[in-house]
């Protein structure tokens, strides 16, 4: 039997402000924003050292449609250092980023899959050119 490793997140939220509890803590404010890098970056560590087959991120990436360059590029980094292994990342839209806030954003390195927002669609994930699985998304 042909297994098939992924790992699966949502609601990263990158570079929230977390505006609620900064208020109530501003001395947190910073280390909190950056807890969220360190999140999604363990994800990754993760992804590498398991050597899984496709990173599932379903939704919720960034915490508004207007995010910062910042935030995009470490998540691009992240995304980069999987497709520099040949593993592919899926992305499916959240409230928190609507489809329409993708139209402006940076390229994303090969392998990556964002999906339209509009529709359901599928894709391959493979491994010596055989489909292990369909990724479905909207």
């Known amino acids: 039997m042909t297994t098939f490793r992924f790992i699966h997140c949502s609601d990263l939220h990158i ?3 977390f505006k ?3 208020s109530q803590v501003p001395s947190l404010t910073g280390r909190l924003r950056e807890s969220t890098f360190q999140a999604f970056y363990k994800i990754v560590k993760l992804a590498l050292e398991e050597k899984v ?3 599932l991120i379903a939704g919720d990436i960034f915490d508004g449609a ?3 360059l910042q935030a995009q590029l470490k998540f691009r980094r ?4 999987l497709s520099q292994v040949g593993i592919p990342s899926f992305i499916a839209h959240g409230n ?3 489809s329409n806030s993708w139209a402006h ?3 994303w390195p090969e392998g990556t899959t964002i999906f339209p927002g509009n529709k359901v669609e599928r894709f391959p994930v493979t491994r010596d050119g055989k489909t292990l699985a ?3 998304g909207i």
């Open 78 to 81: 992240g995304l980069l250092e």
């Open 15 to 17: 570079d929230s402000p």
């Open 20 to 22: 609620g509890l900064a």
């Open 66 to 68: 207007d995010r910062s």
């Open 134 to 136: 369909w990724i479905y």
């Open 105 to 107: 954003t940076l390229e």
């Open 53 to 55: 087959d496709a990173v």
């Open 96 to 98: 928190h980023d609507p």
